[in-house]
């Protein structure tokens, strides 16, 4: 583990460090006083979330006719939302599962939040398919349980059902991946941690470990098995809610293409959604020296590759109507593109295909303003993206009699903004108590790493 | 032996100690301890302690608050005593009547546990052979509309019928003696018994005249005849028998004369079939695109003033003849017409719906040359049911300003409403000492009236009818009165001294008047018993009524049909019409009635007002019509959506001024606007009042005739915005194969033309031929096995004319909620089924091709309908297409809808949890979601808030609740019933024996619903049908719902 690394790379711990300044550097956050940006930031977002609980309370008691949606659109926001977030809590795993196995270093310094932020997007993504439903106090019946009511089973040909089994293992691994990785880090909290009630808080939490080198051997063991079970699922979860659309017959859902390109999306949100995070994140918890430039240059890289996966797939599904020579086809993207929607067509395009490729340019890349900004900018255009995909395709579908147009109402917006409220309350919550970077695994590589290692006093 | 056994209680009894017997009388052994326990001081100290009240206060909370949460018991009471005719969960039919003072037809009215809740066209009648309109269709919801009056009223307050019978005739008599005019205004009158109470009335009171007013009024018809033919007579006409149909400015499918019979005739002459390749040619002359204009094989867009001098200049091209005339816009349109006209001698029939006599007069001419009377037009069955007297209207408003009219009885009309000058009448009503309504609602003439005798619903009343020469039908109540109401009939008769009731009295009319001369049935209670039965009575011969005195009193004796002159004095004729055409001046406005509403007599009711228009797709308004060149220079938005604000403009005739939102009607020529009648009601009840302006207003009069085409008006730019609620925002079908039509030349040449066969490029070997296969061949999925019975329905679209009905009729069968405009405007309407309806565009795949025209701008072009007369409108009825392999069963994640073993595609109301997601994997989006709770909800203050709207409800169909998806079932509790009874005759159910609400309604038979497994099936038939095509077949959907091509009437040369 410890060799040196070669020269040409950048060093992922900055300053002079020791093991104990990086224990110390990452409880801090936890064992100090909030600071007034963060109780600011956190107030913002509990209000937002109480919002967003106030509208789904409205819904569940109105009905969902308070929402935009009509005959002919009946999915809008909701589900636009949902594969959103899904989309976004796709990063934490993949940063997790799949570099841990290729053994990609710079992933220590942000899994942690980088699965926390999975675990907080899941949760919001598993609001809507649940509150979009009409009768959401019979949400327990797409769960194939025994029941009273007869011979009634579940439809396993409905892509919603993949979807439930979908959501529901992802999120599972997802907390279990995350949990564990979390117990050494506990347990350092729990020695720091000189009030009793929080040591024993943090006692539970950590299991009870010892750090031993059998507990130890057995973490690694686990960690590995745990990557390989998540790996398939980072592709699994989005090709299956993808499936929702592609399994259809409305012209432009009904897609082959929609696996891959939904998995490359939802990669490519979920690392702008980590960078949006992070850069706060260094600056409002001092991790500067851990979450370098370095660790958000080869994010951006991967937003190069993810985000062309993603203009090549737009091009492709332009040049596959045309070539099907279905008129259905043919008319659905171009209406896209011109018709009344047109505007977030290209606000997607610019966003998600344009404004990436400026990552190739050094100077931007390794910027954390511009980072930043365009981190957003993706965020946004991935949130148009799945708005195209639904309302366009379906505002115009077969029969021009029932073309209509959809308009959000103000409870759409409610619980939009309010599930981003919910997502950052829990985030907030997250940095302030939980260590927000993997402080033992990083210990791992302080020697190989980083810029200056200091000795370990002993 | 009597049981002497004895038991004692114990020894103390046995040895009757004197403790025990001193203790005998007490119920308990020892005395209770009450005077200790009550007389206690420390009971006067004791409290309940916190913990004990809180424990309590805790356990009461909680139970009532357990009591609370159950959910409220609806309690459902068994007849004591079963009536004889009732089984509960067993419909009961009754023939009747239906008649609105415009309208006729004869019903069969469908009860359940003695509430009538649906009303369709009896099949006996044959007038309208079991069709019926929207607005027969929905008069059983009018039946509960909880505006009605529950009492008579006087001077506003609720009364007694005997002190208003008391004050009636006091008044009346006073009247009467000192020689004062008493006066009855009333509809047409189609009722003979009702016409015989008249004529009682007017023996006791001998000062009486009847005045009979139409609000839409076709009084020129009887009186050109009168100038043609020497008899003031509206003919019954043919339009099954014409091979050639001209009709001028005259909507008669669906709101002229007989609806109904019309469209059943104009249909089955132009139903195809391997045996029947001929069909009739329909050209419409006329300004507003008409549901009938719609439905034309050509049509000729002409400016209203320019109608009347087509139809001289077609007369000159036929006969030669000179009557001078004046160029219009199409002359050249119209001499085509007058020259294929010529070439239909004695095969053609000129309908014309101007109630101008000069006109008609020119019209009559035409028939007259071409043969049409004796062919197309029977002289010898009159239709009765215009008898109104525009200018005797006119003289009794004047009368009545001058004070000269004592009493004023108003029956089946509201003057005050449907006249232009309704508020002079109602000034007018104020000078009559004694005014009476007998309407059943205080609308805006009846609350002007002192007295209020409300009528009963027809649904409530004894009546009859005599709609035209020799067919009498009747009708009976088949619910007691729901207020304190009595058939218009009793009350004419009680003021008049007779305390008959409605029933005897009918019945002795018919005894002594009809009875008499229909010797073939023994005993008149076995033919009163039958003919209730039936509904109806046909007499070859015609019965004479009493007359009714009117003012001025009709025509005397006529000479016979037979030896009538044909050419009236045409010269004179042309010359008014040239005259009246030159001074149209400004913009001219078209008055006319919406299929649905018609006069508004019901606006009331909502599932009329949420019937969308046929032509326009509009709901709940009326609004000014423009041709949307026009609306676009003036800068009007032609668009519709929810967030597409329509401009309000002020149209102004003279002083008057209506304020409505501009609507952009393809078809209408520049310098036309067009408003429907029916609304801007102001005491209709909650439903329709404050919607839209009153058009009445507008009518015009002409030489004592009321004008619906108006001249002179001017209209302002836009006022503001108003949002209008239409279900169809989108007019063409942008180059797609979804109606698909041919013209009879092709069709003649090949039945496959224009549905030429369907077939995918594919390179599986297994399937198709030459690397093509059909869609329903390139299948992943198992196809289903329907081993009894498969039930399907066909619709032709040659026979579909877009009226409605249907939607209504499947409204009231499957209890659709109504949404409000509100809801309609968001495009939530919850009808089950929809009339699309497209507008041919200039803009297609050929014309973009030869022009060049790129593809974003070909769609955006193809977006907007023509304007020209190349414009065509095509109408398709859409449900549920219960497809085989249908894509909303396979996504649904809790199986809520399932395919039966009888093909149908169901909906498990219980089951669905609402992901919607079966809706949008609708190719044909039919399916309908409960967006909110609808039923029993005070923002939706319509039919299903209210107790008495709820009696309308079918028990047979679930009320569905929040949260779960509907759609078409294809009346599967229709199918059930059907198959039970067929069960219980232990036979298969026979074809044509179950109907589906929607089929039933159709006036033109246009939709054919049956078993498929059943060889010899009507939709069998259709399905081996060559023009037969499924709803996008490339879907690979395999619906069972399949559709007729339709064949226009043309020549192949332009192609659809």
């Not at chain 1, 979807?163 to 997802?174: E, G, N, Q, R, W």
């Not at chain 1, 909290?189 to 299991?207: A, E, G, H, N």
Request: proline share 4%.
């Amino acid at each position: 583990m410890s060799h040196q690394s070669a020269s040409v790379r950048e060093p992922l711990i900055l300053g002079e460090k020791t093991y104990h300044q990086i224990t110390e550097d990452i409880a801090k956050p936890i064992e100090g006083k909030a600071n007034n940006l963060f109780k600011i930031l956190f107030t913002i977002s509990a209000l937002l979330a109480l919002w967003g609980v106030a509208c789904f309370s409205y819904t569940i008691g109105t009905g969902i006719g308070v929402w935009g949606l009509n005959k002919t659109v009946g999915w809008a926001w909701d589900i636009t939302n949902f594969v959103w977030w899904v989309g976004i809590g796709h990063a934490g795993t993949l940063i997790s599962a799949i570099l841990l196995l290729f053994r990609q270093r710079w992933r220590m310094s942000i899994n942690r939040s980088a699965e926390a932020m999975t675990i907080f997007a899941v949760i919001c993504a598993a609001l809507f398919p649940v509150m979009h439903m009409g009768r959401v106090w019979l949400a327990y019946w797409v769960l194939p349980l025994p029941n009273q009511f007869g011979s009634l089973w579940v439809n396993f040909n409905s892509p919603l059902l993949w979807d439930v089994f979908a959501i529901s293992t992802y999120f599972t691994v997802s907390l279990v991946f995350w949990y564990t990785g979390l117990i050494p880090d506990f347990a350092t909290i729990r020695d720091r941690q000189v009030k009793p009630k929080m040591k024993r808080i943090y006692s539970i939490l950590s299991f009870g470990w010892s750090g031993s080198a059998k507990q130890w051997s057995r973490f690694e063991e686990v960690s590995l098995v745990l990557a390989g079970l998540s790996t398939p699922l980072v592709l699994s979860v989005h090709t299956i809610v993808s499936m929702d659309f592609a399994t259809s017959v409305i012209p432009g859902w009904h897609t082959t293409i929609f696996p891959p390109y939904f998995v490359a999306g939802a990669v490519f949100s979920g690392f702008a959604m980590v960078l949006t995070l992070l850069i706060i994140m260094r600056k409002v918890l001092h991790l500067e020296d851990y979450i370098t430039i370095a660790h958000v240059e080869s994010m951006n890289k991967i937003i190069i590759i993810t985000g062309s996966i993603v203009g090549v797939a737009y091009l492709t599904e332009l040049f596959v109507s045309w070539y099907s020579g279905v008129e259905y086809e043919q008319y659905a993207f171009l209406n896209r593109a011109t018709g009344p929607y047109w505007w977030s067509y290209w606000s997607m395009m610019t966003c998600n295909v344009i404004t990436p490729q400026l990552f190739w340019f050094k100077k931007i890349r390794k910027s954390l303003m511009a980072t930043f900004i365009i981190s957003i900018f993706v965020n946004i255009g991935m949130w148009f993206e799945r708005f195209v995909i639904i309302v366009t395709s379906l505002h115009r579908d077969y029969l021009p009699s029932s073309w209509t147009m959809f308009h959000p109402t103000f409870i759409d917006i409610g619980i939009f903004l309010g599930t981003i409220g919910i997502f950052f309350t829990l985030f907030l919550l997250f940095s302030r108590t939980f260590p927000v970077i993997a402080l033992n695994e990083l210990k791992t590589i302080l020697k190989s790493t980083s810029e200056n290692p200091k000795p370990p006093h002993h | 032996m009597s049981n002497t056994k004895k038991y004692w209680k114990g020894i103390e009894e046995l040895q009757e100690t004197p403790e025990f017997l001193n203790h005998k009388q007490n119920e308990f052994a020892e005395e209770l301890p009450v005077d200790k326990f009550l007389g206690d001081d420390k009971l006067v100290n004791t409290n309940t302690n916190r913990r004990d009240f809180l424990k309590v206060l805790g356990f009461s909370v909680t139970a009532a608050s357990l009591a609370a949460c159950e959910t409220p018991v609806r309690k459902a009471i068994p007849y004591l005593n079963k009536p004889e005719e009732i089984t509960p969960g067993v419909a009961n039919y009754y023939a009747s009547s239906y008649w609105d003072g415009q309208d006729f037809a004869s019903v069969v009215v469908k009860t359940r546990e003695a509430r009538p809740i649906k009303v369709d066209g009896n099949e006996l009648c044959s007038i309208t052979s079991g069709g019926s309109t929207a607005r027969v269709q929905a008069s059983v919801l009018s039946l509960y509309d909880s505006n009605r009056l529950r009492k008579p009223q006087m001077n506003g307050k609720e009364a007694e019928w005997s002190t208003v019978d008391k004050e009636v005739k006091s008044k009346l008599e006073a009247t009467a003696q000192r020689g004062g005019n008493i006066r009855i205004l009333t509809s047409t009158i189609i009722s003979p018994s009702i016409k015989a109470a008249v004529a009682e009335f007017t023996i006791a009171y001998p000062t009486t005249q009847v005045v009979t007013y139409d609000a839409v009024s076709l009084k020129a018809i009887a009186d050109a005849h009168l100038a043609t033919h020497g008899k003031a007579m509206i003919p019954t006409y043919q339009f099954d028998k014409a091979d050639f149909i001209l009709g001028i400015g005259c909507d008669f499918l669906t709101n002229w004369l007989s609806p109904v019979e019309y469209a059943r005739q104009y249909a089955s002459k132009r139903k195809l079939s391997k045996d029947k390749k001929e069909m009739s040619r329909h050209v419409q002359i006329e300004s507003l695109l008409s549901l009938t204009g719609s439905n034309a094989d050509k049509r000729v867009a002409l400016k209203p003033s320019q109608l009347g001098l087509a139809a001289i200049s077609i007369y000159n091209k036929l006969t030669g003849s000179s009557i001078s005339t004046a160029a219009t816009d199409k002359d050249n349109a119209i001499s085509e017409v007058a020259k294929e006209l010529a070439s239909y001698k004695g095969k053609a029939l000129v309908v014309c719906g101007i109630n101008d006599p000069a006109i008609q007069q020119v019209v009559n001419a035409i028939n007259t040359y071409l043969g049409a009377y004796g062919n197309t037009i029977n002289t010898d069955v009159i239709d009765y049911t215009r008898q109104g007297n525009d200018a005797a209207v006119a003289n009794l408003v004047s009368e009545m300003n001058a004070g000269s009219v004592d009493a004023l009885i108003i029956h089946g009309t509201n003057p005050v409403y449907s006249l232009a000058n309704g508020d002079a009448f109602k000034t007018a009503l104020s000078k009559v000492d004694l005014s009476i309504s007998l309407s059943d609602v205080a609308d805006e003439t009846a609350s002007a009236c002192k007295i209020i005798a409300p009528n009963s619903h027809f649904l409530e009343s004894w009546s009859d009818a005599n709609p035209r020469t020799g067919h009498y039908t009747l009708g009976q109540p088949v619910i007691n009165p729901l207020g304190s109401t009595r058939e218009a009939l009793v009350s004419l008769l009680n003021w008049a001294g007779n305390t008959t009731n409605a029933r005897d009295y009918i019945a002795k009319y018919w005894e002594v008047m009809l009875y008499a001369t229909s010797a073939e049935i023994a005993g008149f209670s076995t033919f009163w018993n039958k003919t209730l039965n039936a509904g109806l009575l046909v007499k070859s011969t015609e019965i004479v009524t009493n007359s009714v005195p009117t003012v001025p009193p009709a025509p005397s004796s006529t000479p016979a049909i037979s030896d009538i002159k044909p050419v009236a004095d045409l010269f004179a004729a042309g010359s008014s019409i040239v005259s009246s055409a030159k001074s149209a001046k400004g913009i001219e406005v078209v008055i006319y009635e919406k299929t649905g509403l018609g006069w508004g007599g019901q606006a009331n009711n909502p599932w009329l007002q949420e019937l969308p228009d046929p032509v326009t797709k509009v709901t709940w308004d009326n609004y000014v019509l423009m041709n949307p060149d026009e609306m676009r220079e003036k800068g009007f938005n032609v668009l519709m959506g929810q967030e597409q604000f329509s401009d309000t403009v002020d149209v102004t005739i003279g002083t008057k001024k209506l304020s409505l939102p501009a609507v952009a009607q393809p078809g209408l020529p520049k310098g036309v606007v067009a408003i429907a009648v029916g609304y801007g009601r102001t005491a209709a009840g909650k439903t329709a009042n404050g919607i839209g302006a009153n058009a009445f207003s507008l009518v015009g009069t002409s030489g004592g005739y009321y004008q619906f085409n108006v001249s002179g008006a001017s209209i302002s730019g836009s006022t503001g915005k108003y949002n209008i609620a239409a279900t169809q925002t989108h007019h063409t079908m942008m180059g797609r194969q979804i109606v698909k039509e041919t013209t009879l030349e092709e069709y003649k040449k090949d039945s496959k033309a224009g549905n030429e066969d369907l077939l995918l490029a594919t390179n599986l070997k297994n399937v198709g031929k030459d690397g093509k296969a059909k869609p329903q061949e390139l299948d992943l999925w198992q196809n289903f096995e329907y081993k009894n019975h498969f039930w399907n329905m066909a619709i032709d679209l040659n026979s579909c004319i877009g009226c409605g009905s249907c939607v209504v009729s499947c409204t009231a069968e499957n209890n659709v909620p109504v949404v409000g405009k509100d809801e309609v405007r968001r495009s939530r309407e919850m009808h089950w089924m929809r009339i699309d309806r497209y507008f041919t565009s200039s803009m297609n795949e050929e014309v973009a091709e030869k022009d060049g025209v790129g593809a974003i701008d070909k769609f955006l072009k193809m977006e907007v309908p023509a304007t020209d007369d190349s414009l065509e409108v095509v109408f398709q009825p859409v449900m549920c297409q219960h497809c085989n392999q249908a894509p909303c069963e396979t996504v649904c994640p809790v199986l809520a809808t399932t395919h039966s073993l009888e093909g149908l595609n169901q909906m498990t109301y219980n089951r669905c949890i609402g992901t919607r997601y079966c809706a949008n994997n609708c190719p044909y989006k039919v399916r309908r979601f409960n967006w909110f709770r609808y039923n029993e909800n005070e923002a939706f203050d319509f039919n299903m808030y209210d107790d008495m709207g709820k009696m309308v409800l079918n028990p047979d169909v679930t009320v569905r609740s929040r949260g779960v998806m509907e759609k078409c079932s294809m009346c599967v509790q229709r199918i059930q019933a059907g198959k039970l009874s067929a069960k219980k005759k232990s036979e298969r159910p026979a074809d044509g024996s179950i109907k589906t609400a929607c089929q039933q309604a159709c006036p033109t038979n246009a939709i054919t619903f049956g078993d498929f497994n059943d060889a010899n099936s009507a939709v069998r038939k259709a399905w081996n049908d060559e023009r037969k095509y499924q709803l996008l077949e490339e879907v690979g959907t395999q619906p069972s719902v399949y559709y007729l091509t339709k064949v226009r009437n043309k020549p192949a040369t332009t192609k659809a």
